[in-house]
């Protein structure tokens, strides 16, 4: 699928059939995120996966009531870490740089996630202290973005809304 029709399908789901990924897959799902753009090519980031079912729906209370993750295939938690980017540049690259990085590393597993034929969502919204317990992250790492990805109940493409290009984009 060539880039243009990618983004186009790339969608948020909320209801997954409950196939699970192999690790192959989630390999290949984060292969794609760590190709991502990022500040001055530090990789200030670390990747949490299972495709353990028992593990996924362990999640659920943690995620502020999200039932419809337990039916996901995998679950990927992208989080920041600390390292020469914020001993580098500071309190910007800890509130901010290091951010941006997991945003696009995300976005790019979303997109490779759609490639293959599955869909995820971008959940920003979990206890963060629960995750880092389930899933043994240390101090030095944040979680900040969970993705859960799995293959549509009902594979439909949205009509995606978004606002006129007028209204977000300014030429000066």
């Not at 101090?139 to 993705?147: A, E, G, T």
Request: aromatic content about 8%.
């Amino acid at each position: 699928m060539d880039y243009s029709e990618l983004i186009k399908v790339r969608h948020s789901t909320r209801g997954f059939d409950g196939r699970l990924l192999t690790k192959e897959q989630l390999c290949e799902l984060v292969t794609a995120g760590t190709l991502a753009p990022n500040a001055c090519n530090m990789q200030s980031w670390h990747f949490y996966a299972t495709c353990d079912k028992s593990r996924i729906e362990g999640l659920f209370p943690d995620v502020h009531g999200r039932e419809w993750i337990k039916s996901a295939g995998a679950v990927i938690v992208v989080c920041t870490e600390n390292g020469d980017l914020i001993d580098r540049f500071g309190d910007r690259a800890k509130s901010l740089f290091v951010i941006q990085d997991t945003a696009a590393a995300a976005t790019q597993i979303l997109l490779k996630a759609a490639d293959m034929g599955m869909s995820g969502c971008f959940v920003g919204a979990f206890n963060e202290y629960e995750c880092r317990r389930y899933f043994g992250i240390p101090d030095n790492r944040r979680p900040v973005i969970m993705l859960p990805i799995g293959y549509e109940t009902v594979p439909i493409v949205p009509e995606k809304s978004r606002k006129p290009l007028d209204e977000v984009l300014t030429i000066i």
